[in-house]
Antibody, heavy 121, light 106 residues
Framework: QVQLVQSGADVKNPGASVKVSCQTSGYIFTSYFMHWVRHAPGQGLEWMGVINPNPSGGRAHYAQTFQGRVTLTRDTSTNTVYMILNGLRSEDTAVYYC????????????WGQGTKVTVSS | SYEVTQPPSVSVWPGLTATITCSGDNLHDKNVCWYKQKSGQSPVLVMYQHTKRPSGIPERISGSTFGNTATLTISGTQAMDEADYYCQAWDSTTVIFGGGTKVTVL
């Protein structure tokens, strides 16, 4: 079955960077765009960006809020997508999700289990 | 930038109907989806393209959009329906989430 398995929880100091992985299985990796969404405590869902896992699919597209601070990459040899967030601050403490886009539905049909990132000194 | 607005909370007695709204300019022209998120769990898609249910979502959950307002309706509400519900729209290639509505089953 389709699965998105994310890396484990992480604790970072302010100003540091975090890299979260999302390993996929059960479907053709290059056929579905992958998005990243975060959920901060007491807040709603917040979209961060999207990447086309196909290497010929062009650059990733980021939400304006995160422009210059977030980078999405893919590794087709391991069917894994990565999210790197730089310049961490306390407000970045959140659960980060990868979510697969089904282009026929125009919706996120499969989500990872989430990765808790805590930013604290 | 484009925004969609949801009420923060909705309360409903078991067996009755819960109605969750999502408002945004020309929402009927955009693809609207809905997600259900229980505490400590990942979101789950419950409605897409305004009115379509993914497999496994019960028929008592329905969606509609008229003008600037999309609505998710839960009929015969059960305790299992208690969760946060988020609408989501596409603004060109950008994804917009509403602030979420907490549904409480009394």
């Amino acid at each position: 079955q389709v699965q998105l398995v994310q890396s484990g929880a992480d604790v970072k100091n302010p100003g540091a960077s975090v890299k979260v992985s999302c390993q996929t299985s059960g479907y053709i990796f290059t056929s579905y765009f992958m998005h990243w969404v975060r959920h901060a405590p007491g807040q709603g869902l917040e979209w961060m960006g999207v990447i086309n896992p196909n290497p010929s699919g062009g650059r990733a597209h980021y939400a304006q809020t995160f422009q210059g601070r977030v980078t999405l990459t893919r590794d087709t040899s391991t069917n894994t997508v990565y999210m790197i967030l730089n310049g961490l601050r306390s407000e970045d403490t959140a659960v980060y999700y990868c979510a697969r886009e089904d282009s026929t539905m125009g919706a996120f049909d499969v989500w990872g289990q989430g990765t808790k990132v805590t930013v604290s000194s | 930038s484009y925004e969609v607005t949801q009420p923060p909370s909705v309360s409903v007695w078991p067996g009755l109907t819960a109605t969750i709204t999502c408002s945004g300019d020309n929402l009927h022209d955009k693809n609207v989806c809905w997600y259900k998120q229980k505490s400590g769990q990942s979101p789950v898609l419950v409605m897409y393209q305004h009115t379509k249910r993914p497999s496994g979502i019960p028929e008592r959950i329905s969606g509609s959009t008229f003008g600037n307002t999309a609505t998710l309706t839960i009929s015969g509400t059960q305790a299992m329906d208690e969760a946060d519900y988020y609408c989501q729209a596409w603004d060109s290639t950008t994804v917009i989430f509403g602030g979420g509505t907490k549904v409480t089953v009394l």
